[in-house]
């Protein structure tokens, strides 16, 4: 039976801290500065985290093994098993010729790729965040933005920084009820002062988008619509999660996104759009002509759109769109209809970890559940893709030879990618379960009054490290309540801060950097998509931070309850 010294060097908490950060920042300084491929700065990683575990912790080697071992079965499924589904999924539209309507379908509403940002990444993203989340959003609108004409780098930029917003209320609020369950608090107290955090970024998050994409100029000539989009967006997350329905927030918030956008775009017409297509042309001549074989989703890309070609017909705009609205309805039956929920859950498979379960115990006294692996064999969001999928095939009339064959090319051409999310998440559970990670959140959670400042950074940190914010409620919620407590902070703020902070740390988790590089042909240049998000990152951050902060202090009207 092993059980976590939360200081177990020295009895000094700030140097067992110190030590427990080694392997995050062996990952972040082999991507970021020594420009590894990402296998290889998760692999070492996870080598640093077994040698802290091991050497430090105390923990049996046997354990570490078997914690890591867990992780990298978390991390091919149900990670990945979402990660590959959906990109076959796009896989099938290319291979059936379908692709290109897509490019014409989206260029009918507006061709300018600044407004088609907003559009796929930050609408369109949120609800399937919404819906299904766990990475799915930033490969579907990856490859949907490759579809219309954008770089592989810029895309993948762009879905990541998009994907913040919606996360803490993703797949029907599954963080946040996770966070109450945990804590005892009501969950829909914890929503609603998620909903007094998270809206502030939702409203600026579309004039980051532009940016991204047009610089300057984009942000002069398309402001309006950024602003009108992202208030939209930000009030009816606001409105939802503190008078409607938290698990239905994000679904909400991005129909209302996505109907105040086209609305907008029926009286005003942003100027610039050609300068912003011809500066995306050249970008995809120096890209092609710098990485011609680079595979994946940019390959499919090599002109752009034909707006002269035959004029679309509504069978081909439906089909066209079909595995997206496929997509929706299967994802809203099987999380919207409670008996439907119910009966995928049930499906799950609960396997004690051979020679883990029972043997674990946390810092607190308390038998670990983490030890327990969930086979969701049916109610995982991959498996509901690969339903999607199936469907899409028959309905395009693809033979299952033709199916299944784009199924195994996309899997081998996967492979280092699925290596990579496994060794993080191999990366995590050695962490979790060693007590390293229940380390650094209690020194961080030790600045007393101080830590309503820095609460958002735990959040922040468990996500970067798991790639979920689930997990970094799952991991620290508890710590922000007892931290809240003792300083004399309201709880509800902390645990919610945690939730908040989490959403600006899913864009450098190394699982996500690496479905956003899958997703649109750019496997092995995780740190290239790192070094350019970490900035905007750290900066949304601060922001929460300093938000959090206020909260605590000369904004407490802005906590539910609050004075």
Not at 69 to 85: C, K, R
Not at 441 to 448: D, K, N, V
Request: proline share 4%; with cysteine; aromatic share 10%.
């Amino acid at each position: 039976m092993y059980t976590p010294e939360i200081a177990p060097l020295a009895d000094s908490l700030l140097w067992s801290s110190l030590v427990a950060l080694l392997p995050l920042l062996t990952i972040f300084v082999t991507l970021g500065f020594l420009k590894w491929k990402a296998h290889w700065a998760g692999l070492a990683a996870v080598v640093v985290a077994l040698i802290v575990a091991i050497f430090v912790y105390g923990m049996p080697v046997g354990l570490a093994g078997l914690s890591a071992s867990q992780g990298f079965a978390f991390g091919l499924f149900p990670i990945m098993w979402i990660v590959i589904t959906a990109i076959w999924l796009y896989e099938l539209t290319v291979k059936s010729g379908h692709f290109e309507d897509l490019r014409l379908v989206i260029n009918v509403i507006s061709d300018d790729p600044r407004v088609q940002a907003i559009l796929v990444a930050f609408c369109f993203g949120g609800l399937l965040e919404a819906l299904a989340g766990f990475g799915a959003p930033v490969a579907i609108t990856g490859v949907m933005l490759i579809a219309v004409g954008f770089t592989a780098m810029r895309a993948a930029v762009v879905v990541l920084v998009a994907n913040t917003a919606p996360v803490a209320f993703g797949a029907i609020a599954i963080p946040i009820i996770t966070a109450g369950n945990l804590t005892g608090i009501d969950y829909k107290e914890i929503g609603a002062m998620v909903g007094h955090q998270t809206p502030l970024l939702a409203a600026v998050v579309p004039l980051f988008l532009i940016f991204l994409v047009d610089g300057k100029r984009g942000l002069r000539q398309l402001w309006p619509l950024a602003l009108v989009v992202g208030i939209v967006f930000g009030a009816a997350q606001f409105v939802s999660a503190n008078y409607l329905s938290v698990e239905m927030t994000d679904i909400i918030a991005s129909l209302m996104g996505l109907a105040a956008a086209v609305i907008m775009l029926q009286f005003w017409k942003p100027v610039g759009g050609q300068d912003a297509l011809d500066k995306m042309a050249d970008e995809r001549s120096r890209e092609k002509a710098s990485a011609p074989d680079a595979g994946g989703a940019a390959a499919a890309v090599a002109t752009s759109v034909d707006t002269k070609a035959a004029p679309l017909t509504g069978k081909r705009v439906f089909m066209a769109l079909f595995p997206y609205l496929i997509v929706i309805v299967i994802f809203s039956g099987a999380k919207l209809i409670p008996v439907i929920d119910k009966w995928l859950a049930s499906t799950d498979v609960k396997i004690p970890w051979p020679g883990l379960d029972g043997n674990i115990m946390t810092a607190a006294g308390e038998l670990s559940t983490s030890t327990v692996y969930n086979f969701q064999w049916l109610s995982s969001p991959g498996t509901m893709l690969l339903v999607s999928g199936i469907i899409v095939a028959i309905v395009y009339k693809m033979t299952a030879k033709d199916a299944v064959q784009v199924f195994v090319d996309n899997v081998v051409k996967m492979r280092f990618s699925i290596l990579t999310v496994g060794l993080v998440l191999a990366l995590a559970y050695v962490m979790n379960l060693s007590g390293q990670t229940i380390t650094i959140g209690t020194w961080i959670a030790g600045t007393g009054a101080l830590f309503a400042f820095l609460s958002p950074i735990l959040g922040w940190l468990g996500t970067a490290v798991t790639g979920s914010d689930t997990s970094a409620n799952a991991l620290f919620a508890t710590l922000q309540q007892t931290a809240a407590t003792k300083a004399g902070i309201d709880p509800v703020l902390l645990v919610a801060a945690n939730s908040s902070g989490g959403v600006v740390g899913k864009m450098i988790s190394p699982q996500n950097l690496t479905i956003a590089a899958t997703a649109v042909g750019l496997l092995g240049q995780e740190a290239s998509i790192f070094r350019r998000v970490i900035w905007w990152s750290l900066g949304m951050l601060v922001v929460m931070c300093l938000l959090v902060g206020l909260q605590s202090t000369v904004l407490s009207w802005m906590v539910p309850g609050g004075a």
